[in-house]
């Protein structure tokens, strides 16, 4: 059974400051995916990862994937408040169920002043 | 318009009733999947179905059923809701065609049982 596990689940930050969320998976995938949320909203698609080594960055997120060690990070650079959100990652599954997502727990993220 | 659309929007109900929650999409995707989002626990997969005549079980369908009415509808129904059913659910949909295979999520029912 695939599980996916992030952390930390709560990140309070500084403007300014810069940190990382972790997506650590446990079994072979080769795909993940990062999702934003906003309070009372749907989510949003922000990446995709299909390869080992992949990195993908849009403004100040930068989401990276190592297929061999089933980690995944979300690198987040002079945080501003309209990053906060939480932040979920997702592992595609194989196989017949290709298509399927398993969700990590969620990072929420709250960026202060 | 939205390419995912879910109704009802907010529902509050009674222990023991019938519910049906439906999802819409106008993105011609054939894959559909119904997801309830507790707090700290993520996304938790109900159902899925890959096409109309293709429906699978979840990690947490007790409880639960679906129809895929066609490849644009998708219905989750609570068959005798109980309070532990309270959560946010959403519909997603994704398609085979496109290697990314994203799945783009509906704008989610908040579901309250009293």
């Known amino acids: 059974e695939l599980k996916v596990e992030q952390n930390p689940l709560f990140l309070s930050m500084q403007e300014g400051k810069n940190y990382t969320i972790y997506c650590n998976y446990s079994?072979?995938?080769?795909?993940l995916y990062w999702y934003r949320q906003d309070p009372g909203k749907s989510l949003e698609s922000l990446f995709v990862?299909?390869?080992?080594?992949a990195v993908k960055q849009e403004g100040r997120l930068m989401a990276s994937l190592d297929t061999k060690a089933r980690l995944s990070t979300l690198h987040i650079t002079a945080a501003v408040h309209d990053l906060s959100a939480t932040y979920f990652c997702a592992v595609g599954a194989g196989g017949t169920s290709y298509g399927k997502l398993t969700f990590g727990q969620g990072t929420i993220l709250t960026v202060h002043p | 318009d939205a390419d995912v659309t879910q109704t009802p929007r907010n529902r509050i109900t009674k222990t023991g009733k019938r519910i049906m929650l439906e999802c819409s999409q106008t993105?011609?995707?054939?894959?559909m999947y119904w997801y309830r989002q507790d707090p700290g626990l993520g996304l938790r997969l109900i159902y899925y179905?890959?096409?109309?005549?293709?429906?699978n079980k979840g990690e947490i369908s007790d409880g639960y059923s679906v129809s895929r009415q066609a490849q644009a509808k998708f219905s989750l129904s609570l068959e005798s809701a109980i309070p532990n059913q309270t959560a946010l659910y959403f519909c997603?949909?994704?398609?085979?065609?496109?290697?990314?295979?994203?799945?783009?999520f509906g704008p989610g029912t908040r579901l309250t049982v009293l």
């Open positions: 997603a949909t994704s398609d085979l065609s496109q290697g990314r295979h994203t799945q783009y």
């Open positions: 990862l299909l390869s080992n080594g």
């Open positions: 993105k011609g995707h054939d894959r």
């Open positions: 079994t072979t995938s080769d795909r």
């Open positions: 179905s890959f096409d109309v005549k293709d429906i």
